[in-house]
């Protein structure tokens, strides 16, 4: 069974920095692209970025470029999220995914990735 499970959410001040953590089991993690998403309160699910299996693609959406960083280690079969500079408008249960099909990337569509994990809260105070 496949399972992922995001840690490091909390409580920060604008601008300052947190890094999430998604540790996954259930599934070969190494052939697989990960993404992550947010949803906030009354707004649809949104893509945030996502990595390729072999860790070499990296994409971004436009509103955390610059400020947010992904990345993986196969060997812990973990892929993090490491945000700077936050902002209030980031404020939202950050959601970590695995691709549905291994050895393919560039997804930002949520239907392409089939587990999920429960959600860590994010919230910026301004």
């Known amino acids: 069974q496949v399972q992922l499970v995001e840690s490091g959410g909390g409580l920060v001040q604008a601008g300052g920095s947190l890094r999430l953590s998604c540790a996954t089991s259930g599934r070969t993690f190494s052939n697989y692209d990960m993404g992550w998403f947010r949803q906030a309160p009354s707004k649809e699910r949104e893509f945030v970025g996502a990595i390729s299996w072999s860790g070499g693609s990296l994409n971004y959406a436009d509103s955390v470029k610059g400020r947010f960083t992904i990345s993986r280690d196969n060997g812990k079969n973990t892929v993090y999220l490491q945000m700077n500079n936050l902002k209030p408008e980031d404020t939202a249960v950050y959601y970590c995914?695995?691709?549905?099909?291994?050895?393919?990337?560039?997804?930002?569509?949520?239907?392409?990735?089939?587990?999920w994990g429960q959600g860590t809260q994010v919230t910026v105070s301004s």
């Open positions: 995914a695995i691709r549905r099909r291994p050895f393919v990337s560039g997804s930002s569509v949520p239907t392409d990735y089939d587990y």
